[in-house]
């Protein structure tokens, strides 16, 4: 009688730990795929580097220092490993691509060109996507998060190695340090 | 979220296995009514045939047949550059496997839904009209609600049940006709109070099958709204871009009621239909102005908050999201509104506007037909409709009290003319005087009552 009693506790405390189990990976999985939706836009905006770069040298001839920057910060971004220095290098292109973007209200005839306008536009869409994917990512990471510390799924996720995820955060310097005003 | 999708799919199940019942019932009467008392089977494996088929039409391709039927084209990214980013940005927001195909109507109503089989198969439909007059972050909570049906697996369910709706009116609607035309061919079975009977019998059959069809189905889709409302706020974290939409929408429902489109009315975000108001629980949308206080009174973007809200405004007992979804997580912060201008169409109606105001001071009265076309009726117009001179439809043009303006002095009544133009007014009598641009007379004699009215100014 108590090793059918014991027989049947261990059943359900199986059938639970699977549910959990089970639980967990699909969450671990939203997580992945929010990074891989990250991934897609920021290679995105990788590409669009270059053309933009390309676009601007040929009116703003002054400028060099500027788009050394830009470009250099974007080989940084295409080479960044891990979540956390993505951010970083991340944070790095969108400050230089801010500078230059101020650079070139200077430059008119830059500003009514066609093909600049299309990349500046594809731009601000793809900054848009990377926001959302960001935003979607992070959430899936919390979900996850929580439930791998909470009991007792905590136990099943140390068994099985579910660590916990990182949040995508782009630090943008300028948006933190006070704006330079000069008269 | 994955305890919405369970429950969505199991409530789904249910609703098409109720369906299917539903139309057996209306199917066995008609078969016993055209072939005599062994016909009821027949009518049960005909009806059955049908629905089994209906099914799998709807299964393998149900958004094209729903898509066609309300006329809409697929658009690319150069048609509409604005609505194809938020459609994008939301699928992504979503977490969605891949960009919904867009649709375009072209109608001047305001209106958006979506429909599919699952997020793959999934299509977005917006009205010319709606994407005219939204401003970015309004286009932006109306996408996000619809992505929010797509994800919870709403759409399946919803053009599952439009097809299914559809039949089993259509099928009560036989069995009605047959019951008032047809009636001659009864069998001869039993006496003729037996034939009575089963006639009230079949007739309340033929009524209440539809009737329940149509509540089963608006029960389940006024919950769909509230959390794909909640999901809308969540992916777009900006609660008022979709109150603010639902507003704009609600604003010319009445005005824009399409009578063929009454099967498709619990898809849209809005209901089209001008009943929609009415009884509680005929509706198929809950109180728009119910949803946009929810939506206000958010103080967060998640879950959490809008089931917070919901309280606040439904009371303290009532329940909106599962609990397991609120539970999930915490409060998300809003974020602050997008700093696009408002749209074209925005500036186009504010100068509307202000030509109304000119046009009220020249003596005319506006009347914005539904074709978009501004009529401009004289103040004093000796009718009282006017049809559109555009495309025909009749306007009721408000008349003011007989006898307004009019003023009785010491040897009769007095009209104090009130511009040098044209002018008009209504006498006690009801006919209406008109008064043209260059009468100089002091007074002039009614053409209805015959009284003499002295002419002021």
Redesign the interface.
Known sequence: MLSLILILALVVLVVLAINVYNSLVRLRNEVRNGWSQIDVQLKRRHDLVPNLVETVKGYATHERQTLENVTKARNQAVGAQGVEAQGLAEAGLSAALGRLMVVVEQYPELRANQNFLNLQEELTATENRIGFARQFYNDSVMQYNTRTQSFPANVVAGMFNFVQERFFEIEEPAAREAPEVRF | M?QAIRDNSRRSRWVILLMGLLLLIPGALLGRVLFGPGGGAWGVVGAGAIWAALLTITLRGGEQLVLSTVGAREIRKEDAPRLW?VV???T????LPKVPRVYLIDSYMQNAFATGRSPETAAIVVTDGLLRRMTRDELQGVVAHEIGHVRNYDIRFMTVAVVMLGSVTLLADTCRRVLWFGGGRRSRAGGPQAQAALMVLLFLAAVLAPLFAQLLYLACSRQREFLADASAAR?T?YPEGLASALEKIAERVGVTQEDSQRALAPMYIVSPLAGASGLGLFRTHPRTEERVRILRSMAGAGWVDYERAFRQVQGAASRCLDAGLVG??GT?ALRPPSAEAGTREDALERGREAVGVFERDLGFLPILCECGLRVRVPERFPRDAIHCPRCGRAHRVPQPEPGAGVTSGSDGPVYRRRSEGWDGFRCSCGRVNQLSPGLRVPSIRCKGCGKQIRIEG
């Open positions: 994955w980013n994008e940005e939301m992504i927001a979503a977490g992916f974290r999930s997580e998300v």
